[in-house]
Nanobody
């Protein structure tokens, strides 16, 4: 069973940056696509970014493209989300997610494409 633990959230001002981390337990991290989702109060969980197991392909939601960067360090079993130029509308709980398929060439961009989820980390951006 894979466990995912997010960290790095906090309260920042608009225009600031944050880097989220997600540490995975288990031996499948390096062979699994990983993603970030977020959920704001009263809204559904939405896709933010995802990255192929090999790290050579990533997908982003239009709302974060050019501001957020997803990356991974397979040697450290860690997924990252670098968030720059943060906006108040980025305020949400951010969740790390892992795909149960191994060595897939597909990068999932929907919640149904992921099998493992972390507990989330709160990001609050003040105006």
């Amino acid at each position: 069973q894979v466990q995912l633990v997010e960290s790095g959230g906090g309260l920042v001002q608009a225009g600031d940056s944050l880097r989220l981390s997600c540490v995975a337990s288990g031996r499948t991290f390096s062979s699994s696509a990983m993603g970030w989702f977020r959920q704001a109060p009263g809204k559904e969980r939405e896709f933010v970014a995802a990255i192929r197991w090999s790290g050579d392909r990533a997908s982003y939601a239009d709302s974060v493209k050019g501001r957020f960067t997803i990356s991974r360090d397979n040697a450290k079993n860690t997924l990252y989300l670098q968030m720059n130029s943060l906006k108040p509308e980025d305020t949400a709980v951010y969740y790390c997610a892992g795909d149960g398929l191994r060595y897939s060439i597909v990068v999932p961009t929907t919640a149904s494409g992921f099998d493992y989820w972390g507990q989330g980390t709160q990001v609050t951006v003040s105006s």
